[in-house]
Every structure is written in C-alpha cells, then in structure tokens.
C-alpha cells in the first residue's frame, strides 16, 4: 500500500528543522585561518580606530589658531620645526607659527589641530617654511582619535560570516586567535542499486552516482566538512547500518534517493527501524518534493531526492538554510530579489517551484531565465543555473516580462566587462 503523504509548506519544513538545529559550540582557530567562519563572539574594539589624532594626507601640521590671519589677499607664514614620519611620534610642542612635516599616518603633534595638504601650502621661497591663503579650522584634514571605532563598542555581533574585511578588523585590534563557532561534520550517502562510483566501468542499466560528488561540492561551497560513506545498495539491512555508522561519527546524516515510494525506497523503513522521528516526508514544493527529514538523539538525517535536480533544490532550499545556522550563522537564508522573466513559463506550479535559472541583467533591468531543461532529473540545467527562480504553488503560465522571485546564493557577476554606470 503506498503510504499517504501531507505535504508542507516550505517555511513549514524549515521552521519544523529550524527547531532540531543544534547549536554550535565555539573553537578558537588562529586568524590567519579564520575566513568564511563564523563568529562566537562578538567583536568589541579593544581600543579607539585610529588610536591618535592623525594625518589623512602628505602635509605640515600647524596650529589652526596661527592660520586666523589668513583669507583673500593676506596669506599667514609657518616655518618648519621638523618632520613626522609614518610610524614615528613627535614629542615637543609645536610652538606660534611654527608647523611639522607629516606623512600620512603618522600622529598630530602635541599642540597640533589641523593639517595643511601639500597643495595648499605655498612655497615661501626660502626654502624653511610655507604661507597659506585661508583659514584652517580647528581639527580641519584630521582623522580624528576614535572616529571609526571607540574602544569598548560592539562592531560586530557574533553569529556573522568572517569575511575579508571582519579579518582586517580583528587584525586591527590584535586578535592573533578567534573564537569561531564549530562547523558540523555532515556524512554523506547516496543509496541506489544502479549507482556507479566515478572510476567504475559502464554497466547496463546503471548509472554513475552524481549526486554524491554534488552534495559534497554544496557543502563546501558552505564551507561545511563533509564525510563520504560512498553508495550504499538498496538493501535495508545494509542501509541501515551504513546510516548508523555515519550517524556515530558525524553531527548530521544526509542520504540522496530512496525516499520515493517505489518497492525499493528502503528510507522510510531505514528511519524506522533507526527509531528516528520523522519530522516531514512531504514539502509542497517542485522538484524535491519527497525530500525528508528525521531527528534521532538530537541529530538530522536529511533525506534528499535521488534525481539530481531535486536534490539539489532539496540541499539549497531545506538543508542549506539548516546547516548553516548548526555552523553559528545568524542570517542562514539565501539572499533573494526579483527579476522579469526572459522568456515564457507556461509550466502549471501545484507546488512552489524553484526553477534553475540564469540570473543577470539586460541592460536595462535584472532578468531571469530558465537554465534548460526542466524536469526533477535532469542534470544539465544545475550546471548551467546560477540562481533559483521561484514560482507559487498554485499559478501557471507565467508569460515573459512578469517579475518574479529569485534566490541568489550564489549569483556570480557578469561575463561582460564592467558594465555599471559610473558617472
Ligand atoms: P530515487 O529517489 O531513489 O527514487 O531515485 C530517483 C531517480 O534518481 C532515479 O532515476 C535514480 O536512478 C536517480 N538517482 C538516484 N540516486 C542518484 C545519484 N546518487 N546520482 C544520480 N542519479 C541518481
Ligand atoms: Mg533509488
């Protein structure tokens, strides 16, 4: 008899997921090491950015006071007393009149409020000092102490990706390590009797496994370490013991096909003889509508569809969002936007659809097409996609021009060259 399914809604699924999803714990790694982690703390500036009064440019420091007399014809003269080097500190007072030399960098000298740009000092023609035409302000062409970051402020919340610039700012506060949030370690088992491995020969009949390879290629383009268990047959006993090793050595389970209602879709059998609880076994969405979800001892098994379309959607639309906040992440959802359709999309939708897509822009505005051939086994148009479009359940023939909803997780920039508009 096959088994009645309801399907759910997707953010049912994820909320459902979202609920199971055990924390990380924190790991300290060293900097260098740290990029594409995420945060288990937060980061405070351990002191003011910049730490002085500084030069922004090439100039002489002065007195902003000595510059009063200066404006229209009248020009105020300055006699240079010395020079400051990046890196150096200048220790004496700068006298009335008097102004140092500075590169950009290097702290204001004490007395000093203002810095004279080398353009707009004017030779004095005995070679020892300078006049300039106008007024300087107090604190004019200073980068101020403290005026990006002051000691003590929260700058970023923990739960953020590490990315170059979060790198340039734990650098700049000395944080030689960094508490990092730990990375789950997902095994990975792709179950079908007609499964080849890469280097096997071709066999009637059967295929070579895709989706294993795949779903190890999406986890690293997560930067979440995988572990390959290989194929497993469709054989209940055999499956069942290759899930609970992997179960044993690694935070989370995810298993590509069987979860159909063919005579050889052991899955459902698998997770009840494991004693799992099935959170869902049905989400109202196209393709990877059989992709399944269970919890035994706090740990997700996430059962994806065997055809290679729908496992991929099932990982970026259900496993993604999921894994992504096991590893620490705050904002695990994949950025989204909304494009007009390229081309016709007669197709009826029961289910949300995500179609793979080809996200870019005409020229005029962001455009989204269809990456090929759109069934839930196909192969080729993963490949070609770089987005997902999504279509409601319950619509159909969407007509050329419409706008509609696009994932980008991961969206690259154009082929053409530069193409923004700059002026
Ligand atoms: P299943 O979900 O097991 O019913 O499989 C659905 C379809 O996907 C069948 O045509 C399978 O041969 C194919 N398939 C299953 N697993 C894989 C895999 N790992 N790589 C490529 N195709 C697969
Ligand atoms: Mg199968």
Partial sequence: MVEIRKPIPVGEALARLMAHAPAPRAETVALMDSFGRVLAEPVAARHDVPPFHRAPYDGYAIRSADSA???????????????????????GELGPGEAVRIMTGAPLPPGAD???????????????????RKTFRPWENVSLQGEDARAGEVLIEDGHVIHP????????????EVRVARRPVVGVIATGSELLGIGDPPDPGKIRDSNGP??????????????????AKDDLDLGLELIRRALGETDC?????GVSVGDFDRLPAVYERLGARVLFNKVAMRPGSVTTAAVLDGKLLFGLSGNPSACYVGFEVIARPVLLRMAGNRKPYPAHTRAALAEDFPKANPFTRFVRAVYGHDGHRPVVAPAGFDKSNAVSSIARSNALMVLPGGTRDFRKGTEVDVLLPWAEAGEAAWRIRES
């Fill in 69 to 91: 007399a200066a404006g229209g014809d009248r020009r105020a003269f300055f006699r240079v007393v010395g020079r400051i080097g990046a890196g150096e500190a200048w220790t």
């Fill in 114 to 132: 203002a810095v004279v740009m080398l353009e707009q000092a004017v030779d004095d023609g005995d070679g020892r000092g300078f006049a300039v």
């Fill in 165 to 176: 610039g979060v790198v340039a700012l734990l650098a700049t506060f000395g944080y030689a």
């Fill in 214 to 231: 795949m779903i190890a290629a999406q986890l690293s383009r997560l930067g979440i370490p995988c572990r390959s268990y290989g194929i």
């Fill in 253 to 257: 389970v995810i298993t590509t096909g």
